[in-house]
Each structure stands twice: as C-alpha cells, then as structure tokens.
Nanobody
Framework: QVQLVESGGGLVQAGGSLRLSCVVS????????MAWYRQTPGKQREWITS???????SYEDFVKGRFTISRDDAKNTLYLQMNSLKFDDTGVYYCPLFSTLNYWGQGTQVTVSS
C-alpha cells in the first residue's frame, strides 16, 4: 500500500523558515514527478514546485528564490525548504506523487503569523 506522509508544518512568524518532509512508502512503478501543492484559505489547491525523476525542478513564480524542493532517494523522502515565509503562505501543504497512478498525502498545516 502506497502512503505519503507530510510533516514539518507549524506556526512561524513572517520572515521565518520551515522545512517540510514527505516520506513515501510502498511499491510504486513509473514515478515521473513529485511535487508540492498547497491549499490556502478561500482558494483552490495550487501547484508550488515539482521535481522530475531526472531531477529537473520548476517553481511557481510566487515562491521562486524563497522555496527549494529536494529529495533523498535513499530515504524515500521529498523536502521543501521554505524561507522568508509570508502571511499568504499559510495553508495546508501536500506532496503528490505522479506515476501510473497519482497519490496524495493528508497534508501538513503551515501557519505564518504577520
């Protein structure tokens, strides 16, 4: 059974940093991309950043220069380093995995106080 478990969220002041983790377990075929999405209050879930199997990364404009996606294949873990956090970054963060099937975790709450 495939599971994705996000962690590392919490309450942080504006300007602070958090590092999110996403541990993947289970047998998965044909992984081609992992990503981070977030759902902020009153908005639809939105893409933030992704990394392909080859290691190519891309970012949404509003996080460029502040967020960094990375992974540790030996630990089956995806990371999101978030710096210079803003109040508008508040939301639930998810790390979907896209393969033959798509998988989503339960998310981790990030709250940035102004």
């Amino acid at each position: 059974q495939v599971q994705l478990v996000e962690s590392g969220g919490g309450l942080v002041q504006a300007g602070g940093s958090l590092r999110l983790s996403c541990v993947v377990s289970g047998i998965i075929d044909n992984i081609h991309t992992m990503a981070w999405y977030r759902q902020t209050p009153g908005k639809q879930r939105e893409w933030i950043t992704s990394i392909t199997r080859a290691g190519d990364v891309s970012y949404e404009d509003f996080v460029k220069g502040r967020f960094t996606i990375s992974r540790d294949d030996a630990k089956n873990t995806l990371y999101l380093q978030m710096n210079s956090l803003k109040f508008d970054d508040t939301g639930v963060y998810y790390c979907p995995l896209f393969s033959t099937l798509n998988y989503w975790g339960q998310g981790t709450q990030v709250t940035v106080s102004s």
